[in-house]
């Protein structure tokens, strides 16, 4: 995992974004906002692509989801970051489910996106399994950038009982 001072950076050492507060500014619009606060979800797709050994460029991941029209600004279309994940070359599953479900869907995936609301507004994260129940959790909020927990302590802590959960599983 990461090493010190990790609210400071943006990136772990083994190439995860871990913490989207830190691009403030212009230098990475995305879909006319800054990505501190609007990029989880091109952030989210970054990391499940890197997660899965498919090398690109994580400005090259920004640049292209921004191209994508859609009528919505944010947060970045389901569908929209589904069919882009595939045009990657990866087969993901896509589920709807309550709280209640996601913890045994996920245990069946190596990694994975969901779209929940962390502290009321919605937001994109991914999640690589480390080792078996265990998960490994990037760019979640403050304080919580790059963290590894059971599935089960995640949800309890993060997902509202009943709130219905998006995810893509590869």
């Known amino acids: 995992m990461s090493s010190k001072n990790i609210f400071t950076k943006i990136f772990s050492d083994d190439g995860y974004i871990i913490n989207q507060d830190l691009m403030e500014g212009n230098q990475y619009q995305y879909r006319g906002c ?10 989210a797709a970054y990391n499940l692509l890197h997660a899965n050994n498919i090398n690109i460029y994580f400005d090259t991941v920004r640049l292209e989801l921004d191209k994508i029209h859609s009528n919505n600004g944010w947060p970045t279309p389901e569908d929209m970051l589904e069919e882009y994940i595939k045009r990657k070359g990866l087969s993901p599953e896509k589920v709807t489910t309550d709280t209640t479900s996601i913890i045994d869907i996920t245990n069946k995936y190596n990694s994975g996106i969901f779209q929940y609301n962390e502290d ?28 590894e927990m059971t599935m089960e302590k995640f949800a309890k802590d993060h997902f509202i009982a009943n709130d219905s959960i998006y995810a893509l599983f590869v």
């Open 120 to 147: 009321g507004t919605p937001h994109y994260i991914a999640f690589v399994k480390t080792s078996p129940n265990i998960f490994r959790f990037f760019n979640v909020g403050d304080y919580f950038t790059d963290k």
């Open 34 to 43: 800054p990505s501190s606060y609007n990029g989880c979800g091109w952030i």
